[in-house]
């Protein structure tokens, strides 16, 4: 009896040995922030000064009367909703469409996941010159046709449908790999005997398509939802959270509090609750999902 036990105990310190390369990384980089986080989001701290002063909930519960927290909180609600659900009707749309052709279908394929794979700096700063006010190609195409020229990057609503077509326009890329190969992967038997029940059009989309692909419809949700709602680099670089911050999100928010108004208190109780609406969101979107696409 012992020595079983002595046994087990070597087999665990060894299966904990082999673990902690992995275990240390992820307390000093993930858990350890996250403790040190919620302990700043309690204090006064300015980033700079040595000291601070423990002020409870304080940090909390100003942003219930911070009008521009509740701005940048819708901001990031239809942010993240314009920017999950179209980049996968419209990926779903290609990858029908691309499944039909064998000719060079891989190469549209690589070409659009191009988009996914290309740092957002440098698309954001493609998409500045393509939305610019005075020489950008969206409003030499607006003078040709007679109408008038729109301050894409500098309008209270443009901004965002700005912001929201170059983050759908890099998704694309993603949805429309991963859409097509599993709709390639679908038996064309069960697609047969469905067209001979006369299954077609919008019937076997619901009945045969969506619940054979529901895994990755499940995924890209997920994967879309967290990525839109910590968006930072394409508002940043097209808009800068402007104009009076009509393009802001929690993020960007979190970034102005913590490193331009060295406000590390506030900043840090910010992404507290960032981080418990992620979670949130991110469970919702899971439970319906799978409620949809399981059916």
């Known amino acids: 009896m012992t020595r079983f036990t002595s046994r087990n105990v070597k087999d665990n310190l060894w299966s904990l040995g ?5 275990l240390i990384p992820l307390f000093i980089f993930w858990i350890y922030p996250m403790i040190k986080t919620f302990h700043i989001s309690f204090t006064d701290w300015n980033y700079i000064s040595p000291t601070y ?6 940090n909390y519960t100003n942003f219930l009367d911070d009008s521009f927290f509740t701005k940048v909180l819708v901001n990031t609600l239809v942010f993240t909703l ?3 659900i179209p980049p996968i009707a419209i990926g779903l749309f290609i990858a029908t469409l691309l499944n039909k052709i064998k000719v060079l279908r891989n190469f549209f394929v690589a070409t659009i996941f191009s988009a996914w794979i290309t740092p957002t700096v440098v698309v954001s700063m493609v998409w500045v010159s393509i939305f610019d006010g005075e020489n950008g190609i969206v409003n030499a195409f607006l003078k040709a046709v007679g109408l008038e020229p729109l301050e ?3 309008g209270q609503t443009t901004s965002m449908i700005v912001v929201i077509i170059v ?4 998704y694309l890329g993603l949805a429309v790999l991963l859409l097509t190969s599993a709709l390639a992967k679908l038996d064309p038997e069960v697609e047969k005997a469905n067209d001979l029940d006369g299954g077609k059009g919008l019937r076997k989309l619901m009945k045969i398509t969506l619940p054979a692909i529901s895994p ?3 995924f890209l949700f997920i994967l879309f939802t967290l990525d839109s709602l910590k968006a930072y680099d394409q508002i940043y670089i097209l808009t800068q959270g402007g104009p ?3 393009t802001s999100t929690i993020l960007y928010y979190f970034y102005v509090l913590a490193f331009e108004w060295y406000e590390t208190g506030p900043a840090s109780a910010l992404a507290v ?5 992620c979670l949130l969101i991110s469970g919702l979107n899971y439970v319906v999902s799978k409620f949809l696409f399981s059916k």
């Open 273 to 277: 609750i960032f981080l418990a609406i």
């Open 82 to 84: 314009f920017t999950v």
């Open 167 to 170: 983050t759908i326009w890099k």
């Open 18 to 22: 082999l673990l902690l390369p992995t």
């Open 152 to 154: 894409w990057l500098g």
């Open 216 to 218: 990755i419809l499940v």
């Open 53 to 58: 002063n423990y002020v409870n909930f304080d």
């Open 244 to 246: 009076s911050g009509a």
